[in-house]
């Protein structure tokens, strides 16, 4: 069974679930879970744009709440199917038709230990690294520099480290240097056991610099 119509079997009493194409069981799935999802399932996070519940076999539900969530939606299932990645994202599962809810891979929350363990870095030096890696991308002047940071993770590169590689790279590949605030922070980043063993992966990963610019300022 897919698991949109697992999810489907969880209003079984509120709707009809005979043969429906795509587009009814999305709208209808939305529409219950607009009414439903916080009895229905366990509130794991949230913001402005969207909530986050958990959903089964380690698996979440994004559910937007507005145009902004909407357009973060699209972004994370833009990336969180690219097979490029697949590594460097909590993967994603199930769209629906216009992004009103996603089905992703659930992660869990990282601690700076933790973190340090898996990736083989201090989590400060990782996260004041980004922040001045996105500047540095963009082109823009600024005056934020860690020495310490710079060097440590430099030389993390230079080893070939994976976790840092990545990171850096997706930055770079996929033109988030605007928008590396968010990939600074700890909440960003997740750890999920995947079949070659723990990894680190991005679990909010749907702002980019025109979503920014147009539902955030």
């Keep these: 069974m897919s698991l949109v119509h697992i999810l489907l079997?969880?209003?079984a009493d509120d709707v009809d679930l005979k043969e429906l194409n795509k587009i009814d069981q999305d709208r209808i799935i939305y529409a219950q879970l607009k009414r439903k999802a916080h009895k229905k399932f366990r509130?794991?996070?949230?913001?402005?744009?969207r909530d986050v519940y958990n959903f089964k076999d380690n698996k979440v539900i994004k559910l937007a709440k507005n145009d902004k969530g909407l357009a973060q939606n699209e972004q994370e299932y833009m990336l969180g199917t690219d097979t490029f990645i697949d590594d460097v994202v909590a993967n994603v599962f199930y769209g629906s038709e216009?992004?009103?809810f996603l089905i992703s891979e659930k992660a869990e929350p990282i601690?700076?230990?933790e973190f340090e363990r898996v990736a083989g870095v201090k989590w400060n030096h990782f996260a004041n690294y980004m922040h001045w890696w996105g500047i540095h991308l963009t082109g823009k002047k600024h005056h934020?520099?860690?020495e310490e940071a710079i060097k440590a993770i430099d030389d993390a590169l230079n080893e070939g480290n994976e976790t840092v590689v990545k990171f850096t790279n997706?930055?770079?590949n996929y033109d988030m240097g605007d928008v590396v605030g968010d990939l600074a922070r700890k909440s960003?980043?997740?750890?999920v056991q995947r079949d070659y063993g723990e990894d680190i992966v991005l679990i909010d990963y749907g702002l980019t610099k025109e979503i920014y610019e147009k539902h955030y300022k």
Excluded: C, I, P, W
């Excluded at 509130?43 to 744009?49: A, C, I, N």
């Excluded at 960003?188 to 750890?191: A, F, K, Q, R, V």
């Design 9 to 11: 079997e969880q209003f």
């Design 43 to 49: 509130r794991l996070s949230g913001g402005t744009g």
């Design 98 to 100: 216009n992004f009103s």
């Design 111 to 113: 601690k700076s230990a």
């Design 144 to 146: 934020f520099k860690d």
């Design 170 to 172: 997706f930055v770079a």
């Design 188 to 191: 960003s980043y997740g750890l």
